[in-house]
């Protein structure tokens, strides 16, 4: 459901690649403001 998480704040850690990548594009069509961290 597009839109579900909007108003929501997702943080994810290891954002630079793998799944936390792929995780941090999917919250942020879903709606939610995303902070992303990473080592590199």
Known sequence: MKGSLEGRVAVITGASKGIGRV?????AREG????????S
């Open 23 to 27: 995780m941090s594009r999917l919250f």
């Open 32 to 39: 939610a403001s995303v902070v992303c961290a990473a080592r």
